[in-house]
């Protein structure tokens, strides 16, 4: 039997199971997913779990139950891609006919002394709820940090202020201001909100070293005291990928063809934020690579030429708390209710699979 192996439950990667099953498979052909997890963990709503708004369960997505896709779990700790063999930690090699690596992304520490030590992460399941724990063990009137003013910074920094209204707040970034990704009106909305919710914003902020209670700034002699410290300052693909000797972009991601395949091993397919893309990592970047993963392997077994056209993406969308948010559609800025409202529908919609 022919296994068609998958690499990461994530978005990308349960997206390619999906649509595989949604059509035929060749009669001696059999999806294999693995994953350390026996549920997806909806990635892009840890900001409420690590709050303690949203609970662990709610942002579970059961895997797919079909007669030919087989689960397996386990971590896996290298991909021999000549032998095309699958090396997972306690277990026996899996050998595949085709391969996609969706395994995502992990922080980039950007070489500052302390920073993976003394920080929390939200990056795992696993990850969040340790943090989880850690912010809200801190007594009341603590300070937290929030290194990167990016999505991922301010949404954490906004649940988080709804979740404990005791606690003190910081949003640290290297820039001068939050989202700097983003228009200056989207900037200016969420920072508004951050001075109206009593959430500080230092910018021009240059870490050099993290240890445990205090940031250190190099443009700053006295230590930033900090209780419990959130590191959202930038990802990198995972260490099995950081360790393939193969070309990679200027951010460490497997350079892809067209059908998103290694160039040199046409039968692995790289999805998600292992990929270079030509936009930033996103569940919808993911998705849209799965989608046409599915569609590339489905035109080889039919004994046709794939041909895809351009991964289209809608949007982003950011949420401030509960009832407020913000976004972009293109070029148009979104700000208030409607876009936290829209977001709800995208998470609503994500756990159905319904893209």
């Given at each position: 039997?022919?296994?068609?192996?998958?690499?990461?439950?994530?978005?990308?990667?349960?997206?390619?199971?999906?649509?595989?099953?949604?059509?035929?498979?060749?009669?001696?052909?059999?999806?294999?997913?693995?994953?350390?997890?026996?549920?997806?963990?909806?990635?892009?709503?840890?900001?409420?779990?690590?709050?303690g708004t949203s609970s662990d369960v709610e942002l579970r997505v059961a895997f797919p139950s079909d007669p030919r896709l087989i689960i397996m779990y386990g971590e896996v700790?290298?991909?021999?891609?000549?032998?095309?063999?699958?090396?997972?930690?306690?277990?026996?090699?899996?050998?595949?006919?085709?391969?996609?690596?969706?395994?995502?992304?992990?922080?980039?520490?950007?070489?500052?002394?302390?920073?993976?030590?003394?920080?929390?992460?939200?990056?795992?399941?696993?990850?969040?709820?340790?943090?989880?724990?850690?912010?809200?063990?801190?007594?009341?009137?603590?300070?937290?940090?929030?290194?990167?003013?990016?999505?991922?910074?301010?949404?954490?920094?906004?649940?988080?202020?709804?979740?404990?209204?005791?606690?003190?707040?910081?949003?640290?970034?290297?820039?001068?201001?939050?989202?700097?990704?983003?228009?200056?009106?989207?900037?200016?909305?969420?920072?508004?909100?951050?001075?109206?919710?009593?959430?500080?914003?230092?910018?021009?902020?240059?870490?050099?070293?993290?240890?445990?209670?205090?940031?250190?700034?190099?443009?700053?002699?006295?230590?930033?005291?900090?209780?419990?410290?959130?590191?959202?300052?930038?990802?990198?693909?995972?260490?099995?990928?950081?360790?393939?000797?193969?070309?990679?972009?200027?951010?460490?991601?497997?350079?892809?063809?067209?059908?998103?395949?290694?160039?040199?091993?046409?039968?692995?397919?790289?999805?998600?934020?292992?990929?270079?893309?030509?936009?930033?990592?996103?569940?919808?970047?993911?998705?849209?690579?799965?989608?046409?993963?599915?569609?590339?392997?489905?035109?080889?077994?039919?004994?046709?030429?794939?041909?895809?056209?351009?991964?289209?993406?809608?949007?982003?969308?950011?949420?401030?708390?509960?009832?407020?948010?913000?976004?972009?559609?293109?070029?148009?800025?979104?700000?208030?209710?409607?876009?936290?409202?829209?977001?709800?529908?995208?998470?609503?919609?994500?756990?159905?699979?319904?893209?």
């Amino acid at each position: 039997m022919k296994r068609f192996v998958i690499l990461g439950g994530g978005y990308g990667g349960l997206t390619v199971a999906h649509k595989l099953l949604e059509g035929e498979l060749p009669d001696d052909t059999v999806v294999v997913l693995i994953d350390r997890m026996p549920y997806q963990g909806l990635k892009t709503e840890y900001y409420a779990l690590v709050a303690g708004t949203s609970s662990d369960v709610e942002l579970r997505v059961a895997f797919p139950s079909d007669p030919r896709l087989i689960i397996m779990y386990g971590e896996v700790t290298d991909v021999d891609l000549d032998a095309k063999q699958i090396q997972m930690a306690g277990q026996d090699p899996l050998d595949y006919e085709w391969l996609v690596v969706a395994l995502g992304c992990t922080d980039k520490y950007h070489g500052i002394d302390g920073a993976e030590l003394y920080s929390n992460s939200i990056q795992t399941f696993s990850a969040t709820r340790k943090t989880y724990l850690a912010l809200n063990d801190v007594k009341p009137y603590g300070q937290i940090n929030i290194v990167g003013g990016g999505l991922s910074g301010v949404e954490v920094a906004s649940e988080l202020r709804e979740s404990r209204p005791d606690l003190n707040i910081r949003i640290i970034d290297r820039g001068p201001s939050i989202l700097s990704a983003f228009p200056g009106k989207l900037q200016e909305f969420v920072s508004s909100w951050f001075i109206e919710h009593e959430v500080e914003m230092r910018g021009h902020v240059s870490l050099h070293k993290l240890e445990e209670g205090a940031l250190y700034d190099l443009n700053n002699t006295s230590p930033i005291l900090s209780d419990v410290t959130v590191w959202t300052a930038g990802i990198q693909p995972v260490a099995l990928v950081q360790r393939m000797n193969l070309p990679k972009d200027n951010q460490g991601r497997l350079i892809i063809n067209e059908l998103h395949q290694l160039p040199d091993y046409n039968e692995v397919f790289i999805v998600g934020d292992c990929a270079s893309l030509p936009f930033s990592p996103s569940a919808q970047a993911a998705e849209g690579q799965g989608a046409q993963v599915a569609e590339v392997m489905q035109a080889i077994w039919a004994g046709k030429t794939p041909k895809l056209g351009k991964i289209k993406l809608k949007g982003v969308l950011g949420s401030l708390g509960k009832k407020s948010g913000f976004g972009l559609m293109g070029k148009t800025p979104m700000m208030g209710r409607i876009p936290r409202v829209m977001k709800s529908g995208v998470l609503w919609m994500s756990k159905r699979h319904f893209g």
